[in-house]
């Protein structure tokens, strides 16, 4: 017998049932492995090489699963797309039926030996690889999965006590404030963290819904001070990426809620995106759209630790951008914080008569400043909103540091090892 047919592999799979669709892993993925339709997140087992860069990201563990399987007989990209739970793994005697005379001791993963910032220079410019997976050294414990399909508890119900817009009457872009109150059962969250929303009903294939994840908008002691309650800061999706009409399953729902209904709530998630605590450490937010939820989140926590007389001072910088000024989130309250708190740039790519202008175009503005602050181990980064700022943002942070005569590479492995650069693009 060839070789080839008896080799047994570690397919890598991911565990639909518990898969939020959050599409972290393939967009962390630095080989392309993953990818998914409107059902199913999946691994190709072709491509992935197994250098584990996508488990500590995933929200929900669903990612780290394993199976050994013989490898012509691995289950294919389309298999996978149609599964609703994740096929039992086969039992040794299953396994030398299928590949008789296999080592299945070769099957063991092998970790690569290359950190996943190593790469050609020639490799297209990958952002995604610069992302911390570990959080500040000084940021507090996060609880995660308290509820969900890895925990005992499957859901906690959440009441709307809150449900306001943040962005001017507009129809393209029709943002909610949603306050959530938990009641007397314990929901502990930090800035940066999410949580999942599961939308009552079923998809058209008569399966629940997944759960839609959102970015906690307040601070940790609730969105008012010492109640046990969050916000979020939710778009509403009247159109796909393409610019189709569509309506977004969990945003309109979210949308619609009305103070007193319930809602079904999983999480919380994230460990790494979290802030930095310690005394005079700099944050850096650089957001669009309801990306500013989680700076929201860590301004709103400093601002109330200044109010306090325990802010040990550590500076606030945020770049903000959104088409038009009526479509940014509270832009309102965002003008009342004092300057000597926080440094505010805010770009706007759609006002008539004003050239466009990106978050990127702000940063390269204030290059002096925020080389400074990359070259100080207490500053922390923070880039959250759409996909498809990331990669410019990411860029723009390398002119920066390289326009300063700062080593980006070196740099960049500290900034990710130290958990100094967060991206979370949706
Ligand atoms: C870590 C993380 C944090 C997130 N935080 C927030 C947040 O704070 N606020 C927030 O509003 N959203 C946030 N999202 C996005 C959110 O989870 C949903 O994806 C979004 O609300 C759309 O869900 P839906 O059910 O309305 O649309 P779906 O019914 O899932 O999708 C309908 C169609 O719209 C497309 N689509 C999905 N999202 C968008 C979008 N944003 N713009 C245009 N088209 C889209 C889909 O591809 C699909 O074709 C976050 C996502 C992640 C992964
Ligand atoms: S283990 Fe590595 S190659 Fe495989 S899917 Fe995860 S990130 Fe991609
Ligand atoms: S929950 Fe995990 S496996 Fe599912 S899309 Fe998110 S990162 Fe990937």
Request: glycine share 8%; charged share 20%.
């Amino acid at each position: 017998m060839d070789m080839a047919e008896i080799q047994v592999i570690k397919q890598h799979l991911i565990d639909p049932e518990i898969c939020i669709r959050c599409n972290t892993c393939e967009a962390t993925c630095p080989v392309g492995a993953i990818t998914h339709d409107s059902r199913n997140y999946v691994v190709d087992a072709d491509k992935c090489n197994l250098c584990m860069a996508c488990i500590a990201p995933c929200p929900t563990g669903s990612i780290d699963n394993w199976r050994d399987m013989p490898k012509l007989r691995a289950y294919s990209i389309e298999e996978q797309l149609t599964w609703d739970t994740l096929p039992e793994a086969l039992s040794p005697e299953q396994l030398a039926d299928l590949a008789p005379g296999a080592d299945l001791q070769t099957a063991a993963p092998e970790l690569p030996a290359a950190s996943p910032l190593s790469g050609t220079a020639e490799e297209a410019f990958n952002s995604a690889r610069y992302g911390a997976t570990v959080p500040p050294w000084s940021a507090a414990h996060a609880y995660t999965n308290l509820y969900g399909a890895k925990s005992a508890q499957k859901t906690i119900t959440a009441t709307v006590t809150g449900n306001v817009r943040v962005t001017e009457v507009g129809r393209e872009y029709d943002t909610h404030h949603i306050v959530l109150d938990f009641g007397t059962t314990p929901f502990p969250v930090l800035e940066g963290q999410s949580i999942g929303i599961v939308p009552p009903g079923t998809d058209a294939g008569g399966r629940p819904h997944h759960a839609r994840q959102y970015s906690i908008a307040s601070a940790r002691n609730g969105e008012r001070p010492g109640y046990n309650n969050l916000s979020l800061t939710i778009k509403r999706v009247l159109q796909d990426h393409d610019g189709n009409p569509v309506r977004g399953v969990g945003s309109n729902y979210m949308c619609d809620l009305k103070v007193g209904d319930k809602v079904e709530v999983i999480g919380p998630f994230g460990a790494s995106f979290l802030m930095p605590n310690h005394p005079r450490s700099n944050i850096v937010m650089i957001c669009t759209g309801t990306g500013s939820a989680p700076m929201r989140a860590m301004t709103e926590w400093r601002r109330r630790l200044r109010k306090a007389g325990k802010f040990d001072g550590g500076k606030l910088m945020l770049f903000f951008g959104a088409r038009s000024k009526e479509e940014l989130p509270y832009f309102g309250p965002l003008q009342n914080l004092p300057k000597d708190f926080i440094d505010i740039n805010l770009a706007f790519s759609r006002t008539p008569g004003q050239p466009k202008r990106y978050v990127q175009d702000l940063m390269r503005e204030r290059a002096a400043d925020l080389a400074a602050l990359l070259a100080s181990p207490d500053t922390y980064f923070y880039v959250c909103g759409l996909k498809s700022m990331e990669e410019g943002v990411v860029l723009a942070l390398r002119e920066v540091a390289q326009q300063a005569g700062l080593h980006w590479e070196a740099l960049a492995e500290g900034l990710k090892r130290d958990g100094r650069l967060h991206l979370e693009t949706y």
